[in-house]
């Protein structure tokens, strides 16, 4: 169990009680799923693990129709100790700059450049619409949620836009077929003098 999911579980009772799927849905509706990974099984077990140590205690029980019933839970005092050590904690986290196509780019020279410019260009499309999304997110949530959370909010939109800048330039060059090209700089990014200076020193030291 990370110390992420810890937190956001902390969080999302210092709103309020609330039981397991409202605790999904919150993240869902929030699209703090696009932070954080959501899966049942380990939602289930954190809380399981915030309950054992005494963070949260259930309060009672509700049944919609014939499902099961659902655990209500509220923060413990303890529970308000722990989420401000783990606030802090995470706050203070580093985390490399990660993109799963990160592990591709520097293979695609090899690559079918037809297909990958075709997988480049449903990334555009998907990471489009995901921005959108994240405004529309932020402008339900102006009226509902502290100023921080609408913060996170605009990061995922604003890291949305980099992103798209991104693809676009990456989808451009992918129809050209200027991928394989080497010694060219990128034309958003042009060459420094100071770069151009490095690059020549290099190449006279190898």
């Not at 580093?94 to 079918?112: E, I, K, N, Q, R």
């Not at 949620?145 to 693809?167: N, Q, T």
């Not at 676009?168 to 100071?194: F, I, M, N």
């Amino acid at each position: 169990m990370t110390v992420s999911m810890k937190l956001v579980i902390l969080g999302l009772l210092m709103e309020g009680e609330c039981h397991p799927y409202e605790i999904r849905q919150k993240m869902i509706e929030r699209e703090m799923n696009r932070f954080i990974k959501i899966k049942d099984g380990s939602l289930y077990y954190a809380i399981d693990m915030l309950k054992k140590d005494g963070w949260i205690e259930p309060v009672g029980t509700i049944r919609d129709s014939n499902r099961p019933e659902k655990t209500i839970y509220r923060i413990t005092d303890a529970g308000r100790d722990g989420f401000q050590k783990l606030l802090l904690e995470q706050l203070e986290a580093d985390a490399p700059f990660v993109h799963p196509m990160h592990t591709a780019l520097p293979f695609v020279h090899h690559g079918d450049q037809r297909k990958i410019a075709d997988v480049i260009e449903r990334k555009l499309a998907q990471t489009k619409e995901w921005t959108e999304r994240m405004m529309q997110v932020y402008q339900e949530h102006i009226p509902i949620v502290p100023r921080a959370v609408l913060h996170l909010m605009i990061a995922g939109y604003e890291h949305g836009l980099a992103s798209v800048r991104w693809f676009e330039r990456l989808l451009e060059d992918a129809k050209a077929g200027r991928l394989v090209e080497r010694g060219k700089a990128l034309e958003a990014y042009p060459q420094t003098e100071t770069a151009s200076a490095d690059c020549k020193q290099e190449q006279e030291k190898s």
